[in-house]
């Protein structure tokens, strides 16, 4: 099923990553290390990429 939107979580060491259909529902939610983050992203279809930092992150 194809994403609609990928919410990516910045944080220190990891990044966490959710995929949600058109309907909202999840399609994925997993944890990437940072040097995993660009080949995942590089595997998905052009879609809409969110973006949330917490306060530990360096972004």
Same mark, same amino acid.
């Given at each position: *099923?194809?994403? $609609?939107?990928?919410?990516?979580?910045?944080?220190?060491?990891?990044? @966490?990553? +959710?995929?949600?259909?058109? %309907?909202?529902?999840?399609?994925?939610?997993? $944890?990437?290390? $940072?040097?995993?983050?660009?080949?995942? *992203?590089?595997? @998905?279809?052009?879609?809409?990429?969110? *973006?949330?930092? +917490?306060?530990?992150? %360096?972004?």
């Amino acid at each position: *099923m194809k994403c $609609r939107t990928i919410g990516i979580d910045l944080a220190k060491s990891v990044f @966490q990553a +959710c995929g949600v259909n058109q %309907h909202l529902k999840p399609v994925f939610n997993q $944890r990437l290390a $940072r040097r995993d983050f660009y080949a995942f *992203m590089a595997e @998905q279809p052009p879609t809409q990429v969110v *973006m949330e930092a +917490c306060y530990s992150s %360096h972004y």
